[in-house]
Structure formats: C-alpha cells, structure tokens
C-alpha cells in the first residue's frame, strides 16, 4: 500500500468532515473530481450517488468467478464516467480515445 495522506477539503465542502484516506494517487483525484464537479454544479450530488449505487449493484449481480476484487473507487470511477456522459460533459470519443475514427 502507497502511503498517501488524507485529502485536505476545501471549507464549503461539508461531504466528509473525517478526511477520507486513500491507498492510490488516482483514487484522491477521482474522488476530488467527482465532489468538485457536483459543487460547481455540472450534476447533482444525488445524480453521481445514483450512478455509484448502480456501479456497485452491477459488480454484486455478476457471478463471483466474473466480477474480480471488489475495489471500491473503481466503482467511484465507473460512476464518475456515466455521470460525466449522463450530463453531455465530454463527448464519448473524448472518453474513449480508441474509438475515435482516425480519418473524420
């Protein structure tokens, strides 16, 4: 495990006042972009909520042999991904790079 720190909260952010702690770079950054997103209104908190709940329902529906480790940011991930779409943030080839046609 990576010794990383607890994540420094800006002041209006109220989400969790207990600092969250995390083992990878990228999962402090997931997370930031995620509440950072919903608080300068791009979607609503409930709305990335929904989609974690969703994210995490489908990984426990999987057969045990198919649905790997339980990691629970890549679920925060996958989450963050759909709300992004949901809410026309970035265009799907902006997303997924290899699906972009090389000869528009």
Not at 2 to 29: G, I, M, Y
Request: with cysteine.
């Amino acid at each position: 495990m990576t010794d990383v720190s607890p994540a420094k909260l800006h002041p209006s952010c109220v989400s969790d006042l207990n600092q969250p702690v995390f083992d990878q770079e990228w999962q402090r950054r997931a997370f930031g972009l995620a509440v950072a997103l919903s608080e300068f209104g791009h979607y609503p908190w409930a709305d990335f909520q929904q989609e974690l709940i969703n994210a995490i329902g489908t990984w426990e529906e999987a057969p045990t042999d198919a649905r790997g480790r339980w990691e629970y940011y890549e679920h925060w991930v996958t989450a963050l991904g759909a709300v992004v779409r949901e809410h026309g943030m970035l265009e799907d080839s902006y997303i997924n790079p290899e699906d972009r046609d090389p000869h528009p």
